[in-house]
């Protein structure tokens, strides 16, 4: 992935994000196991804690269930404040130091 956002509610290989420069991955860890099968060469794992990223990934469930009837998604909507801590974040490191360059550059705009 080079660029995006992605939400993953099923299961992963293992090697997930190897080579991945760009982006962002949102994956539901309904088992507890997926960080034994990230690729931490180029990446870094978090919570979501943004509310702003915690209202896209809510929206993007939303629109989900909407259009496919998931049943997945319909579980985790009923119960979203329960499911919220299982969903990792995968960033890579070099798109996280560009996001921040970006950001810096915005409120300097502002400033100016």
Avoid: C, W
């Avoid at 990223?53 to 809510?58: P, Q, S, W």
């Avoid at 989900?64 to 890579?92: M, Q």
């Amino acid at each position: 992935m080079t660029g995006g956002r992605v939400i993953i509610l099923g299961g992963t290989g293992r090697n997930f994000a190897a080579g991945m420069s760009g982006g962002i991955a949102y994956v539901f860890d309904m088992h507890q196991d997926f960080h034994s099968k990230i690729n931490m060469e180029l990446v870094e794992v978090s919570g979501v804690e943004d509310p702003s990223e915690i209202a896209f990934l809510r929206g993007m469930i939303e629109d989900h269930h909407h259009y496919t009837g998931s049943e997945l998604a319909a579980r985790i909507l009923l119960e979203f404040n329960r499911a919220l801590p299982r969903f990792v974040k995968v960033l890579p490191t070099d798109y996280k130091r560009v996001l921040g360059e970006r950001a810096k550059k915005a409120e300097e705009a502002k400033k100016a």
